[in-house]
């Protein structure tokens, strides 16, 4: 399906692209909603100047930051992702790039993780390599996280201490060495459709695995403090288009969920989403898990 024809689609009734959505998530994607539960194991502290991130050293913000929390900490947050009911666990640090030794700590934590808990392991740790990325995936991590954010062409807008290319580098190195990938993006930041349609053709030339979506939630401190949020419908819309383009794949509603969405989250699985971050995110609290397992029950009872 070429860019044109997408965009016809934003044209037709919300109900009618929800329900192609929806058809082409059934066909393809099946009844399952994957459930990932994250851990800020680092935060704040980052020379990144991504304009949304209230971990960014350019922003002030009252966040809570921290170096690399102990292996057991780490541990235990993974035992606690399994006794919530995440399918995955995902360990996720600040700055964009990693040292050695936090790293190494972080290799031992996988790898105990894997053969005590049992959970299925994900990473989150900025740019790296083909060989950092190999050691990764040999101690169990399965899946590798790193977002594009959003379009090639809006790129710029939202960060300039790091480019669009140094995200793909990243990501193909990942497939590279036989991890999946888990690769989406922020919408809300000012973005037009074309960027939102050309963030979505990417990923599927890219062959990610899963796509996490988030939406913006105007933080205080930040570079995007006064956005006003995107409405449910352009929401609702924007995870439709999704599932339409990228059809087999994991999409996964994120961040701005429950604050932007709020009555409206079962329409983004009526939508085309099959996935859903639980028990939180980085620097906002979710909410509660025993409500996220109800709205996952009566969504697959629905479909």
């Known amino acids: 399906m070429d860019k044109h024809k997408i965009k016809l689609l934003l044209q037709l ?36 100047d991504c304009k949304f991130c209230a971990q960014s050293v350019h922003h ?24 919530m009911g995440a399918h995955r ?43 950092s990325l190999a050691m990764l995936k040999k101690a169990g991590v399965s899946r590798y996280h790193h977002n594009i954010e959003t379009s090639p062409g809006y790129f710029p807008m939202i960060v300039k201490t790091h480019t669009f290319q140094d995200r793909i580098d990243t990501i193909k190195a990942a497939k590279k060495v036989g991890l999946e990938v888990c690769s989406g993006g922020i919408i809300g930041m000012g973005e037009d459709w074309d960027d939102r349609i050309d963030m979505a053709l990417i990923l599927k030339r890219l062959k990610v695995d899963s796509v996490p979506l988030n939406i913006l939630m105007p ?9 006003t949020p995107l409405s449910s419908s352009d929401i609702i819309r924007t995870i439709a288009i999704f599932r339409i ?14 604050s932007i969405l709020k009555d409206f989250q079962s329409m983004a699985f009526m939508a085309g989403a099959n996935g859903m971050l639980i028990g939180g995110y980085l620097t906002l609290k979710g909410r509660a898990v025993v409500d996220d397992l109800r709205l996952a029950d009566e969504v697959k009872k629905a479909w």
């Open 13 to 48: 009734p919300l109900t009618e692209l929800i329900s192609r959505a929806n058809r082409i998530r059934s066909q393809n994607a099946g009844s399952e909603i994957e459930l990932c539960n994250i851990m800020n194991a680092k935060s704040g502290m980052c020379g990144e």
């Open 60 to 83: 002030k913000t009252d966040i809570s930051a921290y170096s690399l929390k102990s292996k057991a900490e780490i541990l235990k947050s993974a035992k606690c992702a399994k006794d």
């Open 89 to 131: 666990f995902d360990i996720v640090t600040s700055g964009n790039v990693l040292g050695a030794a936090d790293f190494k700590k972080i290799i031992e934590a996988v790898s105990e993780i894997r053969s005590k808990i049992g959970i299925k392991m994900c990473a989150s740790l900025g740019k790296l390599n083909e060989d």
């Open 219 to 227: 933080i205080k401190g930040t570079s995007f403090e006064n956005f």
């Open 245 to 258: 383009i990228l059809k087999d794949k994991i999409i996964k509603v994120a961040a701005g969920r429950e």
